[in-house]
């Protein structure tokens, strides 16, 4: 069984991850511009407004597109049910 303290702290770092994620590329996009941002101000942005949630989201319909566009037909898939699926997440 999961505790709050496991389920907090596994949340916690997921969130980190993706703010350093996040960081780096707001950093290197801006590089790109011609434009220089320091991390604070990068991490200032993506706290605000839950930007950083929507770039998170947009990564992974770009992950998710990816893998979709690349997956080799002959590769054989397990289809998950709803309630396999449900079972997995708790």
């Known amino acids: 069984m999961k505790t709050i303290d496991s389920v907090t702290s596994k949340k916690c770092w997921r969130e980190r991850v993706t703010a350093e994620i996040t960081v780096a590329h707001l950093i290197e996009f801006a590089r790109e511009a011609g434009d220089e941002i ?53």
């Not at 989201?57 to 893998?67: L, V």
């Open 38 to 90: 320091s991390a604070k101000q990068a991490e200032a942005f993506l706290n605000e407004n839950g930007h950083a949630y929507e770039m998170w989201k947009h990564m992974m319909r770009a992950g998710e597109e990816f893998i979709k566009n690349n997956i080799n037909p002959r590769m054989p898939m397990q289809t998950v049910h709803e309630t396999e699926a449900a079972q997995m997440v708790n």
